[in-house]
Protein backbone atom coordinates (compact mmCIF):
# COMPACT_ATOMS: atom_id res chain seq x y z
CA UNK A 1 0.00 0.00 0.00
CA UNK A 2 0.96 3.75 -0.67
CA UNK A 3 0.99 6.47 2.11
CA UNK A 4 -2.19 7.72 0.75
CA UNK A 5 -3.96 4.27 0.86
CA UNK A 6 -2.33 3.90 4.23
CA UNK A 7 -3.74 6.92 5.61
CA UNK A 8 -7.26 5.94 4.76
CA UNK A 9 -7.01 2.65 6.15
CA UNK A 10 -6.04 4.00 9.32
CA UNK A 11 -8.55 6.13 9.19
CA UNK A 12 -11.35 3.85 8.39
CA UNK A 13 -9.77 1.44 11.26
CA UNK A 14 -9.49 3.41 14.12
CA UNK A 15 -13.29 5.03 13.88
CA UNK A 16 -14.06 1.01 13.85
CA UNK A 17 -12.30 0.18 16.74
CA UNK A 18 -12.24 3.47 18.77
CA UNK A 19 -8.28 4.00 19.04
CA UNK A 20 -7.13 7.23 19.91
CA UNK A 21 -3.83 8.59 17.73
CA UNK A 22 -2.07 10.98 19.79
CA UNK A 23 0.79 12.50 17.47
CA UNK A 24 4.02 14.74 18.90
CA UNK A 25 5.00 17.60 16.32
CA UNK A 26 8.29 15.96 15.51
CA UNK A 27 6.41 13.25 13.67
CA UNK A 28 6.21 13.00 9.74
CA UNK A 29 3.29 15.37 8.22
CA UNK A 30 1.96 11.50 6.93
CA UNK A 31 1.31 10.70 10.73
CA UNK A 32 0.12 14.39 11.40
CA UNK A 33 -2.04 14.03 8.99
CA UNK A 34 -3.90 11.00 10.62
CA UNK A 35 -3.78 11.88 14.07
CA UNK A 36 -6.81 12.88 16.30
CA UNK A 37 -4.34 15.32 18.51
CA UNK A 38 -0.66 16.51 17.37
CA UNK A 39 1.01 19.03 19.91
CA UNK A 40 4.14 19.38 22.29
CA UNK A 41 4.58 17.01 25.15
CA UNK A 42 2.56 18.84 27.39
CA UNK A 43 -0.25 18.81 25.06
CA UNK A 44 -0.40 14.73 24.36
CA UNK A 45 -0.32 14.29 28.28
CA UNK A 46 -3.23 16.58 28.66
CA UNK A 47 -4.88 14.64 25.78
CA UNK A 48 -3.95 11.43 27.94
CA UNK A 49 -6.25 12.22 30.60
CA UNK A 50 -9.42 14.24 28.67
CA UNK A 51 -10.33 11.56 25.88
CA UNK A 52 -12.39 8.58 26.63
CA UNK A 53 -10.96 6.14 24.31
CA UNK A 54 -9.99 2.75 25.95
CA UNK A 55 -6.92 2.25 23.55
CA UNK A 56 -4.20 5.29 22.35
CA UNK A 57 -1.88 4.67 19.88
CA UNK A 58 1.34 6.98 20.98
CA UNK A 59 3.20 7.94 17.68
CA UNK A 60 6.34 9.79 19.44
CA UNK A 61 9.05 7.99 21.77
CA UNK A 62 8.45 5.85 25.16
CA UNK A 63 8.16 8.83 27.27
CA UNK A 64 5.37 9.58 26.34
CA UNK A 65 3.60 6.50 26.13
CA UNK A 66 4.64 5.86 29.04
CA UNK A 67 2.92 9.20 30.42
CA UNK A 68 -0.30 8.58 28.75
CA UNK A 69 0.08 5.38 30.68
CA UNK A 70 0.97 6.77 33.90
CA UNK A 71 -1.96 8.71 34.06
CA UNK A 72 -4.49 6.35 32.20
CA UNK A 73 -3.83 3.03 33.28
CA UNK A 74 -7.41 1.93 32.57
CA UNK A 75 -6.26 2.54 28.85
CA UNK A 76 -4.36 -0.12 26.35
CA UNK A 77 -1.46 2.04 25.58
CA UNK A 78 0.60 0.85 22.46
CA UNK A 79 3.87 2.29 20.80
CA UNK A 80 3.94 1.84 17.36
CA UNK A 81 7.81 1.27 17.64
CA UNK A 82 9.05 -0.07 20.57
CA UNK A 83 12.89 1.27 19.99
CA UNK A 84 11.89 4.74 19.59
CA UNK A 85 13.28 5.90 23.13
CA UNK A 86 14.29 9.66 24.17
CA UNK A 87 18.12 9.42 24.88
CA UNK A 88 17.90 12.19 27.20
CA UNK A 89 15.16 10.07 29.32
CA UNK A 90 18.07 7.97 29.93
CA UNK A 91 20.89 9.72 31.02
CA UNK A 92 20.71 9.81 34.87
CA UNK A 93 20.15 6.80 36.87
CA UNK A 94 17.16 6.78 39.42
CA UNK A 95 20.10 6.00 42.16
CA UNK A 96 21.90 9.01 41.49
CA UNK A 97 18.69 11.25 42.32
CA UNK A 98 17.96 9.18 45.55
CA UNK A 99 21.42 10.00 46.60
CA UNK A 100 20.85 13.71 46.07
CA UNK A 101 17.26 14.01 47.83
CA UNK A 102 19.08 12.15 51.04
CA UNK A 103 22.30 14.36 50.96
CA UNK A 104 20.09 17.61 50.29
CA UNK A 105 16.73 16.78 51.78
CA UNK A 106 15.90 20.88 51.67
CA UNK A 107 15.87 20.71 48.19
CA UNK A 108 12.51 19.34 45.36
CA UNK A 109 12.99 17.84 43.14
CA UNK A 110 11.73 18.86 39.48
CA UNK A 111 12.02 16.51 36.62
CA UNK A 112 11.54 17.21 32.57
CA UNK A 113 9.08 15.15 31.10
CA UNK A 114 11.42 13.77 28.93
CA UNK A 115 12.69 11.09 32.05
CA UNK A 116 11.67 7.22 32.67
CA UNK A 117 9.25 6.34 34.76
CA UNK A 118 11.46 5.52 37.20
CA UNK A 119 12.90 8.72 37.50
CA UNK A 120 9.36 10.73 37.19
CA UNK A 121 8.99 7.90 40.67
CA UNK A 122 11.81 10.15 42.38
CA UNK A 123 10.69 13.86 41.89
CA UNK A 124 7.82 15.81 43.16
CA UNK A 125 6.94 17.78 39.73
CA UNK A 126 7.48 17.05 36.49
CA UNK A 127 7.32 20.06 33.41
CA UNK A 128 7.59 20.35 30.35
CA UNK A 129 9.34 23.22 27.83
CA UNK A 130 6.15 24.86 28.15
CA UNK A 131 5.29 24.56 31.37
CA UNK A 132 8.67 25.11 33.22
CA UNK A 133 9.03 28.44 33.98
CA UNK A 134 5.06 28.46 35.16
CA UNK A 135 5.37 25.62 37.56
CA UNK A 136 8.62 26.28 39.10
CA UNK A 137 8.22 29.70 40.09
CA UNK A 138 4.79 28.51 41.28
CA UNK A 139 6.58 25.77 43.71
CA UNK A 140 7.07 26.71 47.56
CA UNK A 141 10.49 26.00 47.28
CA UNK A 142 13.13 27.87 46.46
CA UNK A 143 16.00 25.06 46.31
CA UNK A 144 15.52 22.74 43.27
CA UNK A 145 17.39 20.10 41.53
CA UNK A 146 16.16 20.39 37.88
CA UNK A 147 16.77 17.02 36.20
CA UNK A 148 17.90 15.95 33.20
CA UNK A 149 18.62 18.76 30.93
CA UNK A 150 21.02 21.21 31.16
CA UNK A 151 20.00 23.80 28.54
CA UNK A 152 16.22 23.83 29.51
CA UNK A 153 16.96 23.85 33.27
CA UNK A 154 19.63 26.88 32.63
CA UNK A 155 16.82 28.75 30.56
CA UNK A 156 14.68 28.77 33.74
CA UNK A 157 17.45 29.40 36.24
CA UNK A 158 17.70 32.69 34.01
CA UNK A 159 13.95 33.53 34.24
CA UNK A 160 13.83 32.93 37.90
CA UNK A 161 16.56 34.12 39.64
CA UNK A 162 14.92 33.99 42.95
CA UNK A 163 14.99 30.46 42.72
CA UNK A 164 18.42 28.16 43.64
CA UNK A 165 17.83 25.81 40.76
CA UNK A 166 20.64 23.31 40.82
CA UNK A 167 21.80 21.93 37.42
CA UNK A 168 22.84 18.20 36.38
CA UNK A 169 24.14 17.02 33.77
CA UNK A 170 21.78 15.85 30.72
CA UNK A 171 20.88 17.12 27.32
CA UNK A 172 19.57 16.10 24.17
CA UNK A 173 21.49 14.90 22.00
CA UNK A 174 19.78 16.67 18.96
CA UNK A 175 19.30 20.09 20.11
CA UNK A 176 22.66 20.20 22.25
CA UNK A 177 24.59 20.14 18.79
CA UNK A 178 23.49 23.82 18.08
CA UNK A 179 26.32 26.37 18.45
CA UNK A 180 26.35 30.14 18.15
CA UNK A 181 28.12 30.15 14.27
CA UNK A 182 24.95 27.63 13.12
CA UNK A 183 23.23 30.30 14.31
CA UNK A 184 24.72 33.41 12.84
CA UNK A 185 25.20 31.55 9.71
CA UNK A 186 21.20 31.02 8.96
CA UNK A 187 20.90 34.81 10.08
CA UNK A 188 23.75 35.76 7.67
CA UNK A 189 21.87 33.89 4.88
CA UNK A 190 18.51 34.71 5.28
CA UNK A 191 18.51 38.21 6.99
CA UNK A 192 14.99 39.07 6.20
CA UNK A 193 14.15 36.27 9.04
CA UNK A 194 13.25 36.06 12.66
CA UNK A 195 14.94 33.34 14.96
CA UNK A 196 12.37 30.74 16.83
CA UNK A 197 14.44 28.27 19.43
CA UNK A 198 13.52 25.40 21.37
CA UNK A 199 14.98 25.53 24.93
CA UNK A 200 16.95 21.92 24.95
CA UNK A 201 19.43 24.22 22.50
CA UNK A 202 22.82 25.45 24.38
CA UNK A 203 22.75 28.30 26.48
CA UNK A 204 25.04 30.48 23.84
CA UNK A 205 22.05 29.55 21.25
CA UNK A 206 19.32 31.24 22.94
CA UNK A 207 20.20 35.44 23.15
CA UNK A 208 19.59 35.41 19.13
CA UNK A 209 16.65 34.11 19.63
CA UNK A 210 13.48 36.40 19.09
CA UNK A 211 11.22 33.60 20.32
CA UNK A 212 12.35 30.45 22.86
CA UNK A 213 9.51 28.23 23.74
CA UNK A 214 8.30 24.48 23.47
CA UNK A 215 7.43 22.90 19.88
CA UNK A 216 3.83 24.48 19.90
CA UNK A 217 4.91 27.75 20.94
CA UNK A 218 7.05 27.77 18.31
CA UNK A 219 4.97 27.34 15.66
CA UNK A 220 2.14 29.93 17.16
CA UNK A 221 4.92 32.27 16.76
CA UNK A 222 6.14 31.15 13.04
CA UNK A 223 2.29 31.11 11.59
CA UNK A 224 1.72 34.40 13.33
CA UNK A 225 5.03 36.03 11.96
CA UNK A 226 4.63 39.09 9.27
CA UNK A 227 8.44 37.83 8.00
CA UNK A 228 9.70 34.30 7.79
CA UNK A 229 10.89 32.28 10.39
CA UNK A 230 13.84 30.54 11.01
CA UNK A 231 12.97 26.99 12.73
CA UNK A 232 15.61 26.02 15.46
CA UNK A 233 14.02 22.63 16.59
CA UNK A 234 13.60 20.06 15.18
CA UNK A 235 12.89 19.43 11.87
CA UNK A 236 9.35 17.40 11.48
CA UNK A 237 8.20 20.91 12.97
CA UNK A 238 9.56 22.46 9.95
CA UNK A 239 8.51 19.75 7.46
CA UNK A 240 5.02 20.17 8.47
CA UNK A 241 4.81 23.88 8.59
CA UNK A 242 6.10 24.14 4.58
CA UNK A 243 3.26 21.65 3.49
CA UNK A 244 0.68 23.12 5.09
CA UNK A 245 1.46 26.95 4.50
CA UNK A 246 2.47 27.74 1.53
CA UNK A 247 1.73 31.35 1.84
CA UNK A 248 4.49 31.41 4.45
CA UNK A 249 8.33 31.45 4.67
CA UNK A 250 10.10 29.16 7.23
CA UNK A 251 13.47 27.96 7.07
CA UNK A 252 15.01 25.19 8.99
CA UNK A 253 18.14 25.75 11.65
CA UNK A 254 21.04 23.39 10.97
CA UNK A 255 19.20 21.17 8.76
CA UNK A 256 21.49 17.86 8.90
CA UNK A 257 21.52 18.20 12.62
CA UNK A 258 17.90 18.74 13.78
CA UNK A 259 17.31 15.63 13.30
CA UNK A 260 15.86 12.82 15.63
CA UNK A 261 16.54 9.31 14.65
CA UNK A 262 14.25 7.81 17.16
CA UNK A 263 11.43 10.71 16.34
CA UNK A 264 11.96 9.36 12.95
CA UNK A 265 11.90 5.06 14.07
CA UNK A 266 8.11 5.88 13.85
CA UNK A 267 6.36 5.29 10.29
CA UNK A 268 3.05 5.09 8.95
CA UNK A 269 3.39 1.65 8.17
CA UNK A 270 4.30 0.71 11.59
CA UNK A 271 1.25 2.73 12.81
CA UNK A 272 -1.02 0.81 10.36
CA UNK A 273 0.46 -2.58 11.78
CA UNK A 274 -0.10 -1.29 15.71
CA UNK A 275 -3.35 -0.09 14.78
CA UNK A 276 -4.52 -3.60 13.71
CA UNK A 277 -2.80 -5.46 16.37
CA UNK A 278 0.35 -6.62 14.45
CA UNK A 279 2.86 -4.48 15.81
CA UNK A 280 4.03 -2.17 18.40
CA UNK A 281 4.28 -2.53 22.21
CA UNK A 282 1.55 -2.90 24.98
CA UNK A 283 3.25 -0.87 27.69
CA UNK A 284 2.97 -2.14 30.60
CA UNK A 285 4.69 -0.52 34.38
CA UNK A 286 4.94 -1.87 37.68
CA UNK A 287 1.92 -0.17 39.45
CA UNK A 288 4.02 0.60 42.19
CA UNK A 289 6.10 2.87 40.40
CA UNK A 290 3.52 3.89 38.47
CA UNK A 291 1.86 5.45 41.35
CA UNK A 292 4.76 7.53 42.04
CA UNK A 293 5.36 8.69 39.08
CA UNK A 294 1.68 9.83 39.10
CA UNK A 295 2.51 12.19 41.88
CA UNK A 296 4.94 14.21 39.83
CA UNK A 297 2.56 14.15 36.67
CA UNK A 298 -0.40 15.09 38.51
CA UNK A 299 1.35 18.05 40.08
CA UNK A 300 2.49 19.39 36.74
CA UNK A 301 -1.37 19.18 35.25
CA UNK A 302 -2.16 20.55 38.53
CA UNK A 303 0.55 23.76 38.47
CA UNK A 304 0.66 24.43 34.64
CA UNK A 305 -2.78 24.74 33.78
P1 LIG B 1 8.21 19.58 23.60
O1 LIG B 1 7.86 19.74 25.03
O2 LIG B 1 8.44 20.88 22.93
O3 LIG B 1 7.24 18.72 22.92
O4 LIG B 1 9.61 18.86 23.54
C1 LIG B 1 9.71 17.48 23.57
C2 LIG B 1 10.96 17.05 23.00
O5 LIG B 1 11.30 15.90 22.99
C3 LIG B 1 11.81 18.10 22.47
O6 LIG B 1 12.94 17.59 21.94
FE1 LIG C 1 14.68 13.28 23.09
FE2 LIG C 1 15.95 15.24 21.85
FE3 LIG C 1 14.66 13.42 20.42
FE4 LIG C 1 13.31 15.22 21.87
S1 LIG C 1 14.62 15.62 20.09
S2 LIG C 1 12.90 13.04 21.76
S3 LIG C 1 14.65 15.42 23.64
S4 LIG C 1 16.44 13.09 21.73
Not at 200 to 221: N, Q, R, W
Not at 272 to 288: C, H, M, P, S, W
Amino acid sequence: MDIIELQEKIREEKEKNGTLILAHTYQSPEIIDIADVTGDSYALAKAATKYQNKRVLLCGVRFMAETVKILSPEKEVVLPEPEATCPMAEQISPERVRKFKIENPDFSVVAYINTTAALKAECDVCVTSSSAIKIVSAMESKNILFIPDKNLGSFVKEKLPEKNIVLWDGYCPVHNQITADDVKKAKSEYPDALLAVHPECPKEVLPFADYIGATSGIIDFALNSDKPVIIGTEGGVYDSLILKHKDKKFYQLAKQKLICEDMKKTDIQKVYNALVGKGGENIQLDETLRLKAKVSLDNMLKYGG
